[in-house]
């Protein structure tokens, strides 16, 4: 167990629909990650927030949001949903920036 | 254009062989470089190098850093049956870049 937790384990929504993912870090850690894995591509990074600031933004489309809060939970929110939006979600967190990261077990998402 | 490489991308070998996997980076403020094992589902973290040619080892696995030529690379001695698994590389500088991955078979 690494310690970060991520809600829910699996969500199956319909195309334009929007919902949120839940990704709590590990205790202490201010940075959370969170990324992309589509069907045998490699990991995409989408975003990065350091106590509670916006870091970077990898390939992170407009329909996609995110936000890490006062208590340093993360939420990913993906609106208009496509097919192409079906993926495993994974959050990361560590204490700072360049130091390692674990990971959450991912939220796959599937959309009909 | 940050980006992360790693080769090869596919790799079977029978158990006991010796692997080496190989990354290459180049980023912006390079930090750290980190290397994972991801089996069914999450990565798991194996080793994170910031200097070059100190090697860091866990049991069979062992990684190096070459910063001159912006590269590192894991070794699996005596691999087994479980080392199946693709094996990320990732350095961390603007952002946390991924490679592809290294897929890595091994066949009793």
């Known amino acids: 167990d690494s310690g970060v937790t991520q809600t829910p384990k699996h969500l199956i929504t319909a195309t334009g629909q929007r919902v949120t993912l839940r990704c709590s870090p590990r205790s202490g850690d201010l940075s959370v990650y969170w990324y992309q894995q589509s069907l045998d591509q490699g990991l995409q990074f989408l975003i990065h927030?350091?106590?509670?600031?916006?870091?970077a933004k990898g390939n992170i489309l407009e329909r996609f949001s995110a936000q890490q809060f006062p208590d340093l939970h993360s939420e990913l929110n993906l609106s208009s949903l496509e097919l192409g939006d079906s993926a495993l979600y994974f959050c990361?967190?560590?204490?700072?920036?360049?130091?390692?990261?674990?990971f959450g077990q991912g939220t796959r998402l599937t959309v009909v | 254009e940050d980006k992360v490489v790693q080769s090869p991308l596919s790799l079977v070998v029978h158990e006991g062989d010796t692997v080496t996997l190989n990354c290459s980076y180049e980023v912006t403020n390079f930090r750290s470089l980190l290397w994972y094992k991801q089996e069914k589902k999450a990565p798991t973290f194996l080793f994170m190098l910031t200097s070059s040619g100190i090697e860091k080892k866990s049991g069979r696995l062992s990684s190096i850093l070459d910063k001159k030529e912006l590269s590192s690379i894991l070794n699996i001695t005596a691999t087994q049956t479980g080392d199946s698994a693709i094996y990320l590389c990732?350095?961390?500088?603007?952002?946390?870049?991924f490679g592809t991955g290294t897929s890595l078979t091994v066949i009793p």
């Open positions: 990361a967190s560590s204490p700072g920036p360049g130091t390692e990261a674990f």
């Open positions: 927030y350091y106590n509670g600031e916006e870091r």
């Open positions: 990732a350095s961390t500088g603007n952002q946390f870049y």
